[in-house]
T-cell receptor, first 114, second 115 residues
Framework: SQQGEEDPQALSIQEGENATMNCSYK?????LQWYRQNSGRGLVHLIL?????REKHSGRLRVTLDTSKKSSSLLITASRAADTASYFC??????????????FGQGTILTVHP | DTEVTQTPKHLVMGMTNKKSLKCEQH?????MYWYKQKAKKPPELMFV???????INESVPSRFSPECPNSSLLNLHLHALQPEDSALYLC??????????????FGQGTRLTVV
C-alpha cells in the first residue's frame, strides 16, 4: 500500500482563501516532500522538510511535520486560480525496505475558483 | 539546465511491439527513477538507479526492462505489454545516489497506450 495517505481527497475553495492538505505516513522517514502536478503531467517539487524539522516556509507555502504522529500538513495561503492542481506528499524512507525510495501519497485535488 | 527530458511524449503500441522510453538529464544527478502513474492515482515507483546501477526493482514484470547506459541517460525497454500497462510513465532524478535526501526533478512523462 502507499506510504502516505492524504486528506482531503478533493478541496474546492475561492480565490484568496487558504487551503490546507494533510498527509500521514507509516514508516520512519529521512524527509517529507510536497509536489504539485498539473493536468496529469510532470510533478514539480514545492518544498522539502527534514525529519528533524517541525515547520518550513516558502513564499505562500507553509509545511509542518509531526514525526510523533507521522503526519504533515501543507498550507497554501491567499490561494489563486493558478494553484488549481493535484498536490502529493512524498516520503523518503530512512531505513529498512523503504530506504532509497521516494514514495507518494494518494494526493489532494485542489480547485481554486476565481 | 534543470530539466529532465523524456521522449516520446506520447506512444501507442501493440501488444507484440517492442519500444523504448528515453529519459535524459544534465544536472549531474546520480540517482534516476522510473515511476508509473495511472489516471487519478499517485505515481508508483518502478525502478531506482544509483550511480548507474539498479538499486531498487519494485517487483516490476520482466516485460519492463530498465537500462542506464551512462549517468545522464535512462531507458525503459517495453516488450509484450498488456492494455493494463497503459499509463503515464515518469522519469525523475535527484542529486544523491538513490537516497532521496534532496528534491527530485521530474520529466513531463510519456503517455503510453497499449492496444
Amino acid at each position: 500500500s502507499q506510504q502516505g495517505e492524504e486528506d482531503p481527497q478533493a478541496l474546492s475553495i475561492q480565490e484568496g482563501e487558504n487551503a490546507t492538505m494533510n498527509c500521514s505516513y507509516k514508516t520512519s522517514i529521512n524527509n517529507l516532500q510536497w509536489y504539485r502536478q498539473n493536468s496529469g503531467r510532470g510533478l514539480v517539487h514545492l518544498i522539502l522538510i527534514r525529519s528533524n524539522e517541525r515547520e518550513k516556509h516558502s513564499g505562500r507555502l507553509r509545511v509542518t511535520l509531526d514525526t510523533s504522529k507521522k503526519s504533515s500538513s501543507l498550507l497554501i495561503t491567499a490561494s489563486r486560480a493558478a494553484d488549481t492542481a493535484s498536490y502529493f506528499c512524498a516520503t523518503a524512507g530512512a531505513g529498512g525496505t523503504s530506504y532509497g525510495k521516494l514514495t507518494f501519497g494518494q494526493g489532494t485535488i485542489l480547485t481554486v475558483h476565481p | 539546465d534543470t530539466e529532465v527530458t523524456q521522449t516520446p511524449k506520447h506512444l501507442v503500441m501493440g501488444m507484440t511491439n517492442k519500444k523504448s522510453l528515453k529519459c535524459e538529464q544534465h544536472m549531474g544527478h546520480r540517482a534516476m527513477y522510473w515511476y508509473k502513474q495511472k489516471a487519478k492515482k499517485p505515481p508508483e515507483l518502478m525502478f531506482v538507479y544509483s550511480y548507474e546501477k539498479l538499486s531498487i526493482n519494485e517487483s516490476v514484470p520482466s516485460r519492463f526492462s530498465p537500462e542506464c547506459p551512462n549517468s545522464s541517460l535512462l531507458n525503459l525497454h517495453l516488450h509484450a505489454l498488456q492494455p493494463e500497462d497503459s499509463a503515464l510513465y515518469l522519469c525523475a532524478s535527484n542529486l544523491e545516489g538513490g537516497i532521496a535526501y534532496t528534491e527530485a526533478f521530474f520529466g513531463q512523462g510519456t503517455r503510453l497506450t497499449v492496444v
